[in-house]
């Protein structure tokens, strides 16, 4: 493998814990725009036209992507324009470069396959069944043990505990849209799916971290990240990946509730 490709998408990924771990908007500035350099230069042509996709088209639209989620601060919120914030600056970050890729570039670098083409079997069953359980067994000792509750609003109304399922659920889908589908396919294009996956992982875990996800919380969403991108290989279903997710978020959003309303969902073991 050459240099100037791995050195380019290292560069742009980088970017995303220098914008969402450490908030610094000039550092994932910079390396989004190093990234993009060195992208043209692993583009440049040895002894004639190359045939490969562009690497530089390709990570600009991670780049573009980056740039729009970090328009807004990613604190969870739950009144009416903190919502309409996130669905807006979170849809233009799968909508712009989807359509930059298909109406700009014509090469259709991001895309989203439903199905997959393949039935569901009784391992990708049990996987459902196993997300569930091991979200019950670890998520409330995370979340409670660790206080990273508190970075979530408190829900202590009917109307409160439906915007915050709303929003756990639809922030959910937008993660594979996003990670998945757009960063892990791009990168794909390019590097072998080892390499691709945990450079995905890397802008997954960063954006989880400023929306709530800390402490230790990135023991749990590094490997989330990673097997979530060896479903998609595998299943090459966005449905599957999308049910997974949604169930983990199911419990996720039961724990929450719980955390702030010990009499509500009280079915978990709880951290001492």
Same mark, same amino acid.
């Given at each position: 493998m050459k240099p100037w490709p791995l050195v380019a998408a290292l560069l742009t990924v *980088? !970017? &995303?814990? &220098?914008?969402?771990? /450490?908030?610094? +908007?000039? !550092?994932?500035? !910079? %390396?989004l725009a190093l990234g993009l350099v060195a992208a043209w230069l692993a583009d440049r042509p040895e002894g004639g036209l190359s045939a490969r996709p562009s690497l530089l088209r390709d990570l600009s639209l991670i780049a573009i992507g980056l740039a729009i989620v970090r328009l807004i601060p990613l604190a969870a919120e739950l009144d009416d324009w903190a919502m309409v914030r996130f669905a807006l600056a979170l849809g233009g970050a799968v909508a712009v470069p989807y359509l930059i890729s298909r109406f700009v570039y014509r090469d259709r670098a991001t895309g989203f396959p439903? $199905?997959? @083409?393949l039935p569901w079997r009784a391992l990708h069953w049990s996987w459902l069944a196993g997300v569930l359980v091991l @979200?019950? *067994?670890? %998520?409330?000792?995370?979340?409670?043990?660790?206080?990273?509750y508190e970075n979530w609003p408190v829900v202590d109304s009917p109307e409160l505990i439906a915007r915050l399922f709303v929003g756990v659920g639809a922030v959910g889908i937008w993660d594979e849209l996003f990670f998945i589908c757009t960063v892990f396919a791009v990168l %794909? $294009? =390019? /590097?072998?799916?080892? +390499? &691709?996956? %945990?450079?995905q992982a890397v802008v997954f875990v960063s954006f989880l971290w400023e929306l709530g996800y800390r402490a230790w919380g990135p023991l749990l969403t590094i490997p989330f990240a990673l097997v979530q991108g060896v479903?998609? +290989? #595998?299943? #090459?279903? *966005?449905?599957?990946?999308?049910t997974v997710h949604l169930l983990f978020d199911a419990v996720v959003?039961?724990? *929450?509730? =719980? !955390? =702030?309303?010990? &009499?509500l969902f009280d079915i978990f073991p709880t951290a001492p």
């Open positions: *980088l !970017a &995303a814990p &220098a914008f969402f771990v /450490f908030e610094s +908007l000039p !550092a994932g500035i !910079a %390396l439903w $199905r997959g @083409g @979200g019950w *067994l670890i %998520l409330p000792f995370y979340f409670i043990s660790s206080g990273v %794909l $294009r =390019h /590097f072998p799916a080892w +390499l &691709a996956n %945990l450079m479903i998609f +290989l #595998r299943t #090459r279903s *966005l449905g599957y990946v999308v959003f039961a724990v *929450l509730v =719980h !955390a =702030h309303n010990p &009499a």
